[in-house]
């Protein structure tokens, strides 16, 4: 089956603790991106990767580190997690624009992880 | 101002009621454009694409004018289990960031027996 994990599903943790949320995709798709959603502000994008060792930021970086060492793979660290950090957080991917029509563009979320920072 | 606007809702209506979605986004060199579906903070899912001369999938039909920079989702005959939130969303041309999404908040949907 085709999709987007994303672990933990649920995390509470403390101010300055560093974590750690997994994603994985199997579709052998070449960009990946995460995206915070809360209330009022809609998804914004975190940091984005258009393939292996090519990441850049988004709209709201700050706080965050990802890596792209697979192409399957992009997780995202948060290396001392502050309250603002608390959101539900979505992984997403897809396959890079040039390999489709733009009306056939489609990105595939994550189930999404909430996260608490206390 | 948002790039991307919609009126948030809640809209709450009868089963078998015709309800529209309007949204309008700010950048006129957006690319694509598209409607989401997102369930009780579940992760958005693709409802349709929208094309330029409109389209129709069953009971929901998308309409884009680009002069306007304008975006419609009409859901006929609503079903109780069309009661979701609806995202409005854009992807803009000429960045080096092509899978770049840009959501509205989302209009709620709740459809009452």
């Given at each position: 089956?085709?999709?987007?994990?994303?672990?933990?599903?649920?995390?509470?943790?403390?101010?300055?603790?560093?974590?750690?949320?997994?994603?994985?995709?199997?579709?052998?798709?070449?960009?990946?991106?995460?995206?915070?959603?809360?209330?009022?502000?809609?998804?914004?994008q975190i940091y984005y990767s258009m393939n292996v060792e090519v990441t850049d930021k988004g709209d709201v970086p700050e706080g965050y580190k990802v890596s792209r060492k697979?192409?399957?793979?992009?997780?995202?660290?948060?290396?001392?997690?502050?309250?603002?950090?608390?959101?539900?957080?979505?992984?997403?991917?897809?396959?890079?624009?040039?390999?489709?029509?733009?009306?056939?563009?489609?990105?595939?979320?994550?189930?999404?992880?909430?996260?608490?920072?206390? | 101002?948002?790039?991307?606007?919609?009126?948030?809702?809640?809209?709450?209506?009868?089963?078998?009621?015709?309800?529209?979605?309007?949204?309008?986004?700010?950048?006129?060199?957006?690319?694509?454009?598209?409607?989401?579906?997102?369930?009780?903070?579940?992760?958005?899912?693709?409802?349709?694409?929208?094309?330029?001369?409109?389209?129709?999938?069953?009971?929901?039909?998308?309409?884009?004018?680009?002069?306007?920079?304008?975006?419609?989702?009409?859901?006929?005959?609503?079903?109780?289990?069309?009661?979701?939130?609806?995202?409005?969303?854009?992807r803009s041309r000429g960045s080096s960031n092509t899978g770049k999404l840009i959501f509205g908040q989302g209009t709620t949907l709740q459809v009452k027996p």
């Open positions: 089956e085709a999709q987007v994990t994303q672990n933990p599903r649920y995390l509470i943790t403390v101010t300055g603790k560093k974590l750690t949320v997994t994603c994985s995709q199997n579709m052998n798709h070449e960009y990946m991106s995460w995206y915070r959603q809360d209330p009022g502000l809609g998804l914004r697979e192409k399957r793979n992009f997780p995202l660290i948060l290396e001392s997690p502050s309250p603002n950090q608390t959101s539900l957080y979505f992984c997403a991917s897809s396959k890079a624009q040039s390999s489709l029509p733009g009306f056939r563009y489609e990105q595939y979320f994550g189930p999404g992880t909430r996260l608490t920072v206390t | 101002r948002k790039e991307v606007e919609q009126d948030p809702g809640p809209f709450n209506v009868p089963e078998g009621a015709t309800v529209a979605f309007n949204c309008t986004y700010s950048n006129s060199a957006s690319q694509s454009f598209f409607w989401y579906r997102q369930d009780c903070r579940k992760e958005p899912k693709l409802l349709m694409s929208v094309y330029s001369s409109g389209n129709e999938d069953g009971r929901f039909t998308a309409q884009l004018n680009r002069a306007s920079q304008y975006i419609s989702l009409l859901i006929r005959d609503s079903k109780l289990s069309d009661s979701a939130t609806y995202l409005c969303v854009v």
